[in-house]
Every structure is written in structure tokens, then in C-alpha cells.
């Protein structure tokens, strides 16, 4: 099939210098990283497609493919965290717990009679947290996935928890594993009391941590992963520490490192309190401890996993990375991403259910926005989604665009190369190749090329050098110091939480 790719806009035809958007990236390092694109109200401006046509354009990005995964998200949490920048909706809607589910399957069903019966490579459920509904509604929902696709023999579905459900419903953690979940995800994100306070999660504290974990084994999960933050403004080099030997002590399979993201979250403010040498020393620090642990991760990948040949992550999240594959999100501001085109569900921006069920009992796709993007913001996307494994796959990047990576990014490879930020690799034996070794990937045929240490620890303007051009003009005339838009997302924020309180 031929991909319909836009035209880019004259904002994406243009070529920066290397080094001034490495700069730009590391100058904007709490926007320059993998949740691309930046500013897509202005970037995105020009492939925005019409209301009336989202439908049939939707229809026409997946029709063709037999394969994708699958992602639902559930967006009840019982509190708003003060850092959480996702789609969760207000307690005045947790009583929806039941519609909300109920008009998941129904979007379910739209997809099923538009696109027919297709294969899921991966499955994950998120939120949110979207162990707070009911065990039996989390049932229903993977049985009607079940009915409606079939699931690939290597796709393992994924959930999340958080300590304090877990702990308190053991009944909900065996049902889930009953069900057929194999992997489950809990959210620790940090230990230290008066820090869990001032974040709005007093309530998933050490007293509920050990307990939770204990019910996770018990009810049979060996794929078993914890998330932890770092980067916040009144967290001590000790408290990260702290978190860091105490989720060690656990013992799960995986531990996967987030990294503080001020936009849209109520402490946004924040954000200009936080020095980029603060969060590469709690990296640093992180890595070494989680290392000497028995956890390991290549250079600037964010999950650690103690588990030999394994990513540590989701299937449906390993095939994000990796090849860059497709996935239908469904729910409440959910994402949706094709070869072509990128969409978000209804209530993505006002974070309330109202829109979503709407259009869903209405027998429509809940779209609220959608693009249909050029080759080079496509580019970008599967990129910056797959530096959250730390390194690009040639052969996938190839395969999914008919140009090698090479071609489509040289000025910004030959830059990340002299300045020691990336190299070729091959992921199974662990070679690095040397740039002079490479011949058209010929004679020497590399998996990957990757970031080194030091490209981790310049991530941000690493990452940079890949995104599409008007993304780059953005980050170059964006300063920091004057910028607006941190106040503006704490104002939106602010709104937000206040309807969830």
C-alpha cells in the first residue's frame, strides 16, 4: 500500500544547524523529550483534518492494517496528583464508573464493525487508574476484546495499580490474573512522606507498599513492575535515594524511571526550580544503584529490568518502541496512531466525560482532533518514541518509511556522531560499530543506532536533532526564562484540578 503522507507545510521544509537545535533542546530540556510533538496547536496547525472527514479518514489509516495494537484507557483516579498532566476526569464522575465501561465497549464495537476482525500484538489497560473500577467491568472489557480481535500469541495484556488498591482489594489483583493479565504495573513514584504530601499521594504511602506487593505475588504475577520519579523541586538527593533502595528491596521484575514533566500539571510553576544537573545526577545515581542491583538498560532507555532478552515493558509498548507499529487508543482523550495520521479522542483537552459519551451513544467515533501528517513529523514521532528504549531500529525505520534513517536524518546523525551523543550498535551481542565501519549498511550491518552515555545525559538535545523542522524553529525561539506557557498550563491545570476536588 501507498502511505498518504501530507504535504509538509513550508515550516517543515526548512534546515536548521545542528548545533543550534541541540542547544535549543538542552535550553528547553522540561519539553525537549519523548511526548512529541511540542506545540502542536501551532506545528500541527496545518494538517489538521476537517471535522466532517475524521471518520472516514480514521477508516482509511487502519483499514489496511492486519495487525496493531490495542490501548484503553480508563480515566478514574479517587485524587488528581498534582503532577499528573493525563487525561483523569474530577470526582463528581467517579460514580460512572459502570457508562464509562459500558460505552468502552460500545466504542469497541464501532472499530470492530468499521475495520472487521484484525490481530492485536499488544493490549495494555491505563488510566488514570484503571484498577479503581470494578474487577467484574475489567473482565468484561477483555472479554470483549477477545471477542472482537484475536490476540497474537506474544501479546501479554498489561494493567496498572496503585499501591493503596492493591493493598486494600487483594480480590481485585487475583481477578485481574484470573482474567488472563499477565503484567501489572505499579505506581510508587516516590517514598518520601513529606514529598508524597506536597504531590496530593499521602494516600499510597509505605504503609500500603509491602502489603500491595505481597497481594501482586500472591495472585501469581512474575511480570511485575514498579514506576518511580525523579526531577521534582523539593525532592533531596537523599529521598531519591531513599525511593530508589526501597522499591530495590521489592524485588520486581522491572523498575521504570519517569522523569518529572511540569506541562500540564498544577506544578508547572515549578519546572524553573529544577536545574538540568540536578536531574542528570539523580539519573546518574539511579543507574548505578538499579545496576549494581542486578537491573541493567542501555543508555538512556527508562525501564530496568533484571531479566535476561527481556525489554521490560508491555508487549504493547515493546512494539511501540521497537517497530514503530500502529495503535488504536480508545476512551477519554485516548491516542490513536496510524502509519499516517495521529488522532485524540473527545475530552483530551477539557478532561470530562460529557463529549465522549455523547458521541459514543450517538454510534460515532469519538474523535476530537485529528492530523494527517508528512513523512517527517511521522518520522519524528516514531523517533522520540523510541528513545524511550534508548536506541532506533534501522531495519524497522526502513521498513516503515522506504528510506533508511541515513537518508532521512544525515546532518543530524553526522552531529550526533562527532560529538559522541550516539552510535551504532547491535542490540544482540552488544558491538558498537564504528562510524568509518558503516558502508551504506552494506559490509557491516548494525541493528540500531543508539545514544551513548553522554547522549543520555543530553537527551534533551539529542532528541532534539530529530524532531521535524517547525518543532525545532519552536524550541529556537523559545527562551525559558521569559516563557509564558508554564504559567498558562498551571492556570489550566488549576481549572482542571479544581473540577476533580
Not at 488 to 499: G, S, W
Request: hydrophobic share 35%.
Amino acid at each position: 500500500m501507498i502511505k498518504k503522507w501530507s504535504t509538509p507545510a513550508a515550516a517543515d521544509c526548512i534546515q536548521h544547524e545542528m548545533a543550534d537545535v541541540f542547544a535549543a533542546g538542552q535550553r528547553n530540556h522540561h519539553i525537549s523529550n519523548t511526548a512529541y510533538p511540542i506545540a502542536h496547536g501551532t506545528t500541527w496547525r496545518p494538517y489538521r483534518v476537517k471535522q466532517s472527514e475524521q471518520q472516514s479518514r480514521m477508516v482509511e489509516a487502519f483499514e489496511h492494517l492486519t495487525h496493531f495494537s490495542l490501548y484503553s484507557h480508563i480515566p478514574f483516579c479517587e485524587t488528581r496528583c498534582y503532577f499528573c498532566e493525563y487525561t483523569v476526569v474530577g470526582k463528581s464522575e467517579l460514580d460512572q464508573t459502570k457508562e464509562y465501561m459500558a460505552a468502552l465497549d460500545r466504542e469497541l464495537s464501532l472499530y470492530r464493525h468499521l475495520l472487521g476482525h484484525r490481530t492485536l500484538v499488544g493490549f495494555d489497560i491505563g488510566g488514570g487508574t484503571p484498577s479503581f473500577v470494578d474487577a467484574g467491568l475489567i473482565d468484561q472489557h477483555i472479554n470483549q476484546v477477545n471477542r472482537h480481535f484475536t490476540l497474537a500469541s506474544d501479546c501479554n495484556i498489561s494493567i496498572e495499580t496503585t499501591p493503596k488498591i492493591a493493598s486494600r482489594e487483594p480480590d481485585k489483583i487475583h481477578a485481574y490474573r484470573q482474567s488472563g493479565i499477565k503484567r501489572i504495573s505499579m505506581g510508587i513514584q516516590v517514598t518520601q512522606p513529606d514529598l508524597l504530601k506536597a504531590l496530593g499521594r499521602e494516600g499510597n504511602g509505605l504503609q500500603h507498599i509491602q502489603v500491595a506487593t505481597d497481594h501482586i505475588r500472591q495472585a501469581g504475577f512474575d511480570d511485575f513492575n514498579i514506576d518511580l520519579m525523579y526531577g521534582f523541586a523539593d525532592q533531596s538527593m537523599g529521598s531519591w535515594e531513599s525511593t530508589l533502595a526501597y522499591a530495590i528491596k521489592l524485588n520486581p521484575e522491572h523498575i521504570t524511571l519517569y522523569r518529572m514533566r511540569y506541562k500540564l500539571t498544577r506544578i508547572s510553576h515549578q519546572a524553573s526550580q529544577v536545574e538540568l544537573a540536578r536531574v542528570m545526577e539523580q539519573a546518574t545515581m539511579a543507574k548505578a544503584m538499579l545496576a549494581a542491583a542486578g537491573y541493567h538498560a542501555n543508555p538512556g532507555k527508562n525501564t530496568y529490568t533484571r531479566l535476561t532478552g527481556q525489554t521490560g515493558t508491555s508487549s504493547y509498548l515493546t512494539s511501540r518502541v521497537i517497530q514503530g507499529s500502529p495503535y488504536l487508543g480508545i476512551g477519554l482523550g485516548a491516542q490513536s496512531f496510524s502509519d499516517t495520521t495521529i488522532s485524540y479522542n473527545a475530552g483530551a483537552a477539557g478532561k470530562n466525560l460529557s463529549p465522549y459519551l455523547k458521541a459514543v451513544n450517538h454510534n460515532e467515533l469519538p474523535i476530537q482532533d485529528s492530523y494527517q501528517l508528512p513523512q517527517t513529523h511521522m518520522m519524528a514521532k516514531m523517533v522520540a518514541v523510541s528513545l524511550y528504549f534508548g536506541e532506533i531500529n534501522l531495519q524497522y525505520f526502513q521498513h516503515k518509511f522506504g528510506v533508511s534513517l541515513e537518508q532521512a536524518y544525515g546532518p543530524a546523525i553526522a552531529y550526533a556522531l562527532e560529538h559522541g551523543l550516539m552510535q551504532y550498535t547491535d542490540s544482540d551481542n552488544g558491538k558498537v560499530y564504528q562510524h568509518s565501519m558503516i558502508t551504506a549498511f552494506g559490509t557491516h550491518n548494525p541493528r540500531s543506532l543508539s545514544l551513548t552515555v553522554k547522549g543520555a545525559q543530553h537527551f534533551a538535545g539529542t532528541i532534539a536533532l530529530f524532531f521535524a523542522p517547525s518543532v525545532q524553529t519552536f524550541l529556537l525561539q523559545r527562551d525559558p526564562e521569559v516563557a509564558e506557557d508554564m504559567h498558562k498550563n498551571k492556570i489550566i491545570a488549576e481549572k482542571v484540578f479544581a473540577r476533580s476536588h
